[in-house]
């Protein structure tokens, strides 16, 4: 270009001022960067879907207390009367709730004994309505039928022999093809065999931050527990309209228990993912207020400067240079300090990943992120030295001749 | 003299205000991110107990499978199957012993028109109290033999007390406690160690319980436990068989006053694994660990790993202010070639001049601090409204962090300040006199 080597040569005058300024884009970008691809890796994990309907279910807790209780009737006629109720989809009784951070897992092998390779699922007792109260999709082989249900004592160590599992959890068991699962059979607990009679799309397990997220299976068992969780699904809409209903249907028909907890699916997805979002809100501001920093920054130093050369500047002007040479003589300089800044920067921003990814188990930044970055300073460094350079070139030429 | 700087300081200040509010700014916006990260990690590895931190040890006993150890091998299992800490607490080896997990329980008040209260409870020995310097308002901890006769006693917190007795001394009353009668033994004040050290498998930052019962009532089935349970093994049907399966689901602290008697403590527990060997357990090598309470919240990483990558963030953070600094700094003092110029040419000596800027870069990192220390407040706030429950107390600012943020940022802005402040002194008064 015209005068970048007279650019050059001026730089080289005040060369901390520069260096400064390169170190302050080279930092920025770097963290810019990182942060960016920790926002996009937190909101690609938020985005993966539960399987379940979320926006038309809720659940509950049911705590017995009283002594006469008589849980395997009572359960009858509480799903009874919820799936009944007008506006009420289905309902049935869950041992845990996808996404809630509690629950229960098993290993399961392929080959009975207890020195076999197993592979964990999330687990989930449910009876033959519960593909509809979920709302997750059956994509091969069939459901339970009532026939399947058993009654499970508390502290039993007894395993149905069926079970239904996600699409996720038969292609980790069966990489070939995931459809051949149907039928195949499996060990719990070491030696109890337990047949696939169907495969569903996704289910999630309760635990969001467990690398087998995705891996979880449906075991057809009503409970005998002193505190069990209804699962209920409404029609579309009619959510938070029946949540009250319910509610007050199973608190009035039976005084020796609690109903408690009652919450919807979506609260249970925004409490599991909190901190996510908390994290993310943080990183954007981090990065935002970086931005203004560093744009800041440049402004300042490009005004001091300019001030300093006002002399020099008004006796380029009465040489006969136009206003528009003056403005790019100043934008031309802060894109060459710019280049050496994302110079640095971008080795920065690997590095600072490669210590990410070791310390916190992060994955590698990508290519285009880094070039994103790296055209987003120059566009801040462009714009913050625009006010500054129009500045100077309003500078009269009589300037010059003023002071000397 | 002194005075006579900060004067032309001031003016100085003044004069280029837009630069030095943005040098404020900037030193104001790192303190502040440093200040909120630095804050939420140091609460977060506070020691709850620092007393008798030393003196509280957390046992582990490796009884894991042979074949696929706890935690890939790095850490024997985090909590203790029932028969050991059964076990352990009947040798009575320790001073003091205290076996414990979580419960959970549904009271039921006298009155009908009471609605019945869901409680999280601890069952635990009686020499969780004195071990963990519990505060009592009214009575105190039951005795040893409640703890062996599965005498069916309580212990409730201020708040529960509140709500069922409205705060009045409710020692030698009775409460029935999922369909059980208890009596009262004592009412503790509130309490709320953070992190909540006696627990961290349900969570470091949980609240304390409302209820503390006996942990020998929950093999009686008097009283429900919670919490996590780990298990390897298949057991048999039925609760007994659970009590006696290799699941754990306890935990087992000891109080060890000197480090003879934490010596002789591990020979005890080698021993006994040794001795429990032969029945078929503890395939596994000997792998038996005491933990203080501040190597156990290390061990257990409860300071969380998005707290350590904020504090990172934050750091860098405030070095890209720093730069910004000393940028503006230099700028600034550049601009001031003449005058420095001129008060050389007038008999100024250089340290006096440094003594000077210097002087200046202070009064712009007292400021920045003093600003750094309102954003820091302003983080916490945001950063206990994003995170909810889990952030819950652990977002405040105590005398030491105030110290901490403005001298942080005095010796910022004074490292900051000492380049530009040597470029200036170095300024030749002959070639700037000859400009004016």
């Given at each position: 270009?015209?005068?970048?080597?007279?650019?050059?040569?001026?730089?080289?005058?005040?060369?901390?001022?520069?260096?400064?300024?390169?170190?302050?884009?080279?930092?920025?970008?770097?963290?810019?960067?990182?942060?960016?691809?920790?926002?996009?890796?937190?909101?690609?994990?938020?985005?993966?879907?539960?399987?379940?309907?979320?926006?038309?279910?809720?659940?509950?807790?049911?705590?017995?207390?009283?002594?006469?209780?008589?849980?395997?009737?009572?359960?009858?006629?509480?799903?009874?009367?919820?799936?009944?109720?007008?506006?009420?989809?289905?309902?049935?009784?869950?041992?845990?709730?996808?996404?809630?951070?509690?629950?229960?897992?098993?290993?399961?092998?392929?080959?009975?004994?207890?020195?076999?390779?197993?592979?964990?699922?999330?687990?989930?007792?449910?009876?033959?309505?519960?593909?509809?109260?979920?709302?997750?999709?059956?994509?091969?082989?069939?459901?339970?039928?009532?026939?399947?249900?058993?009654?499970?004592?508390?502290?039993?160590?007894?395993?149905?022999?069926?079970?239904?599992?996600?699409?996720?959890?038969?292609?980790?068991?069966?990489?070939?093809?995931?459809?051949?699962?149907?039928?195949?059979?499996?060990?719990?607990?070491?030696?109890?065999?337990?047949?696939?009679?169907?495969?569903?799309?996704?289910?999630?397990?309760?635990?969001?931050?467990?690398?087998?997220?995705?891996?979880?299976?449906?075991?057809?068992?009503?409970?005998?527990?002193?505190?069990?969780?209804?699962?209920?699904?409404?029609?579309?809409?009619?959510?938070?309209?029946?949540?009250?209903?319910?509610?007050?249907?199973?608190?009035?028909?039976?005084?020796?228990?609690?109903?408690?907890?009652?919450?919807?699916?979506?609260?249970?997805?925004?409490?599991?993912?909190?901190?996510?979002?908390?994290?993310?809100?943080?990183?954007?501001?981090?990065?935002?207020?970086?931005?203004?920093?560093?744009?800041?920054?440049?402004?300042?130093?490009?005004?001091?400067?300019?001030?300093?050369?006002?002399?020099?500047?008004?006796?380029?002007?009465?040489?006969?240079?136009?206003?528009?040479?003056?403005?790019?003589?100043?934008?031309?300089?802060?894109?060459?300090?710019?280049?050496?800044?994302?110079?640095?920067?971008?080795?920065?921003?690997?590095?600072?990943?490669?210590?990410?990814?070791?310390?916190?188990?992060?994955?590698?930044?990508?290519?285009?992120?880094?070039?994103?970055?790296?055209?987003?300073?120059?566009?801040?460094?462009?714009?913050?030295?625009?006010?500054?350079?129009?500045?100077?070139?309003?500078?009269?030429?009589?300037?010059?001749?003023?002071?000397? | 003299?002194?005075?006579?700087?900060?004067?032309?300081?001031?003016?100085?200040?003044?004069?280029?205000?837009?630069?030095?509010?943005?040098?404020?700014?900037?030193i104001?916006?790192g303190i502040?991110?440093?200040?909120?990260?630095?804050?939420?990690?140091?609460?977060?590895?506070?020691?709850?107990?620092?007393?008798?931190?030393?003196?509280?040890?957390?046992?582990?006993?490796?009884?894991?499978?042979?074949?696929?150890?706890?935690?890939?091998?790095?850490?024997?299992?985090?909590?203790?199957?029932?028969?050991?800490?059964?076990?352990?607490?009947?040798?009575?080896?320790?001073?003091?012993?205290?076996?414990?997990?979580?419960?959970?329980?549904?009271?039921?008040?006298?009155?009908?028109?009471?609605?019945?209260?869901?409680?999280?409870?601890?069952?635990?020995?009686?020499?969780?109290?004195?071990?963990?310097?519990?505060?009592?308002?009214?009575?105190?901890?039951?005795?040893?033999?409640?703890?062996?006769?599965?005498?069916?006693?309580?212990?409730?917190?201020?708040?529960?007390?509140?709500?069922?007795?409205?705060?009045?001394?409710?020692?030698?009353?009775?409460?029935?406690?999922?369909?059980?009668?208890?009596?009262?033994?004592?009412?503790?004040?509130?309490?709320?160690?953070?992190?909540?050290?006696?627990?961290?498998?349900?969570?470091?930052?949980?609240?304390?319980?409302?209820?503390?019962?006996?942990?020998?009532?929950?093999?009686?089935?008097?009283?429900?436990?919670?919490?996590?349970?780990?298990?390897?093994?298949?057991?048999?049907?039925?609760?007994?068989?659970?009590?006696?399966?290799?699941?754990?689901?306890?935990?087992?602290?000891?109080?060890?006053?000197?480090?003879?008697?934490?010596?002789?403590?591990?020979?005890?527990?080698?021993?006994?694994?040794?001795?429990?060997?032969?029945?078929?357990?503890?395939?596994?090598?000997?792998?038996?660990?005491?933990?203080?309470?501040?190597?156990?919240?290390?061990?257990?990483?409860?300071?969380?790993?998005?707290?350590?990558?904020?504090?990172?963030?934050?750091?860098?953070?405030l070095i890209?202010c720093l730069l910004n600094t000393v940028?503006?700094l230099l700028?600034?003092?550049?601009?001031?070639?003449?005058?420095?110029?001129?008060?050389?040419?007038?008999?100024?000596?250089?340290?006096?001049?440094?003594?000077?800027y210097m002087?200046?870069s202070a009064?712009i990192g007292?400021?920045g601090g003093?600003?750094?220390?309102?954003?820091?407040?302003?983080?916490?706030?945001?950063?206990?409204?994003?995170?909810?429950?889990?952030?819950?107390?652990?977002?405040?600012?105590?005398?030491?962090?105030?110290?901490?943020?403005?001298t942080l940022s005095l010796l910022a802005t004074l490292i900051a300040g000492i380049y530009p402040t040597w470029?200036?002194?170095?300024?030749?008064?002959?070639?700037?006199?000859?400009?004016?």
């Amino acid at each position: 270009m015209l005068e970048t080597g007279l650019i050059f040569r001026a730089l080289m005058r005040n060369k901390i001022g520069a260096l400064l300024i390169a170190l302050q884009i080279a930092l920025t970008l770097a963290i810019m960067v990182n942060a960016i691809f920790m926002i996009q890796d937190r909101n690609q994990q938020m985005s993966r879907a539960s399987g379940l309907d979320e926006a038309n279910t809720f659940y509950l807790t049911n705590t017995i207390f009283g002594d006469n209780y008589n849980k395997q009737v009572n359960l009858q006629t509480d799903l009874h009367a919820i799936r009944n109720t007008p506006g009420i989809v289905d309902a049935i009784q869950i041992n845990a709730i996808p996404l809630s951070g509690g629950g229960w897992s098993m290993s399961l092998q392929h080959e009975p004994g207890d020195d076999k390779d197993t592979i964990g699922s999330a687990l989930y007792m449910v009876d033959e309505h519960g593909i509809n109260s979920l709302g997750v999709e059956l994509i091969a082989g069939q459901n339970f039928t009532a026939q399947d249900i058993q009654w499970r004592e508390s502290g039993s160590t007894k395993w149905p022999p069926k079970t239904i599992i996600t699409q996720a959890f038969a292609e980790q068991l069966y990489p070939d093809n995931w459809r051949s699962a149907i039928g195949k059979t499996f060990y719990i607990s070491q030696t109890q065999p337990m047949q696939i009679i169907g495969v569903m799309k996704a289910l999630q397990a309760p635990w969001n931050g467990w690398s087998g997220v995705e891996r979880s299976m449906l075991v057809p068992f009503h409970m005998d527990s002193k505190n069990s969780r209804y699962f209920i699904r409404t029609e579309p809409g009619r959510r938070d309209e029946m949540m009250p209903i319910i509610e007050k249907l199973l608190a009035e028909s039976n005084k020796e228990r609690i109903i408690r907890r009652v919450s919807t699916v979506e609260e249970t997805r925004q409490r599991s993912y909190q901190r996510h979002n908390a994290t993310n809100k943080i990183l954007m501001t981090v990065i935002i207020t970086l931005t203004l920093i560093t744009g800041f920054g440049i402004v300042g130093l490009a005004i001091f400067s300019i001030n300093r050369r006002t002399k020099q500047i008004g006796t380029r002007r009465a040489l006969g240079a136009t206003q528009w040479q003056i403005m790019r003589y100043f934008m031309m300089e802060n894109l060459l300090i710019s280049t050496v800044g994302v110079v640095i920067g971008s080795i920065g921003a690997v590095a600072l990943n490669y210590w990410l990814v070791k310390t916190f188990n992060l994955s590698p930044i990508s290519v285009e992120l880094v070039l994103f970055g790296v055209i987003a300073l120059f566009v801040v460094g462009q714009l913050a030295v625009l006010y500054p350079a129009r500045r100077a070139a309003m500078i009269p030429p009589a300037t010059a001749t003023r002071t000397i | 003299m002194f005075n006579y700087y900060i004067k032309i300081a001031w003016i100085s200040i003044l004069r280029h205000w837009g630069l030095s509010l943005l040098m404020v700014c900037a030193i104001g916006l790192g303190i502040g991110a440093t200040m909120t990260t630095i804050t939420v990690n140091y609460l977060m590895s506070a020691n709850p107990i620092p007393h008798k931190s030393e003196q509280l040890y957390y046992v582990q006993l490796d009884s894991w499978d042979v074949n696929d150890p706890f935690d890939e091998g790095q850490n024997p299992p985090d909590q203790m199957t029932y028969t050991d800490s059964t076990n352990l607490m009947k040798a009575k080896k320790a001073f003091r012993q205290n076996v414990q997990a979580q419960a959970f329980a549904v009271i039921e008040p006298s009155d009908p028109d009471i609605l019945p209260l869901i409680v999280d409870g601890r069952a635990n020995s009686t020499d969780f109290f004195a071990m963990f310097d519990v505060p009592f308002i009214y009575g105190g901890a039951w005795s040893a033999s409640a703890d062996e006769n599965k005498e069916q006693v309580v212990v409730l917190n201020k708040e529960t007390n509140d709500k069922l007795f409205g705060g009045e001394n409710s020692v030698g009353q009775s409460i029935k406690i999922d369909g059980n009668m208890f009596s009262i033994v004592g009412v503790i004040d509130h309490w709320q160690p953070k992190p909540r050290f006696y627990d961290i498998t349900t969570g470091a930052f949980n609240e304390s319980e409302d209820i503390f019962v006996p942990f020998s009532l929950i093999a009686e089935e008097k009283i429900g436990r919670s919490g996590n349970t780990n298990c390897w093994k298949p057991s048999g049907d039925g609760f007994q068989a659970f009590l006696n399966s290799e699941c754990i689901w306890t935990q087992f602290w000891v109080e060890l006053k000197t480090p003879q008697e934490k010596q002789s403590y591990m020979t005890f527990l080698n021993a006994y694994v040794e001795e429990q060997k032969q029945y078929g357990r503890f395939e596994r090598p000997l792998d038996n660990r005491l933990n203080t309470v501040t190597e156990w919240l290390e061990v257990q990483e409860v300071v969380a790993d998005d707290a350590k990558m904020m504090l990172a963030m934050a750091l860098m953070f405030l070095i890209v202010c720093l730069l910004n600094t000393v940028g503006l700094l230099l700028a600034k003092f550049l601009g001031k070639a003449p005058e420095i110029g001129l008060r050389q040419a007038l008999g100024a000596s250089k340290s006096t001049l440094f003594y000077q800027y210097m002087i200046e870069s202070a009064c712009i990192g007292l400021a920045g601090g003093l600003l750094g220390l309102f954003l820091a407040y302003l983080g916490l706030q945001g950063i206990e409204a994003l995170y909810g429950e889990y952030m819950q107390g652990l977002a405040t600012l105590d005398l030491n962090m105030m110290v901490l943020a403005v001298t942080l940022s005095l010796l910022a802005t004074l490292i900051a300040g000492i380049y530009p402040t040597w470029r200036a002194c170095k300024v030749q008064p002959a070639h700037q006199l000859k400009c004016q």
